[in-house]
């Protein structure tokens, strides 16, 4: 738990979020600004600060896994849906905890985000 981390405190409770589904590696919640009608972050519950310090396979594929069950979940498996993790200044990342954003229930333009 890093203290000055917002989705460290998500994770610990100290700050609120509509919690969509959790296990013992990650916590989802939706997007305070969502994107499109079905927007979820997943995150790690170990704090990794971006792409770049990420290092442990399964939990990058138990993230994706994670965002496949929860799309299924939300009933947008046929639809359609995307996934997106932005990496630092460019990739405009703005939280420095890592996360997939999970987007769907509309058709999403050409742009990634
Ligand atoms: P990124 O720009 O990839 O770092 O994504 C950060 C995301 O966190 C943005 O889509 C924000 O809307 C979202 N966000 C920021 N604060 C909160 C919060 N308190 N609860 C839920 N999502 C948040
Ligand atoms: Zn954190």
Redesign the pocket.
Known sequence: MREDC?FCK?IHNK?P?KLVYEDDQVVA?????PQAPVHV?IVPREHIETINDLGDANLAGHMVLTAKKIGSMLGISQSGYRLIM?CNEDG????FHI?L?LLGGKRLGELLK
């Open positions: 917002l998500i700050i979020a919640f939706n997007d305070i600004s972050l932005n405009g990342q703005t939280v996360h954003h």
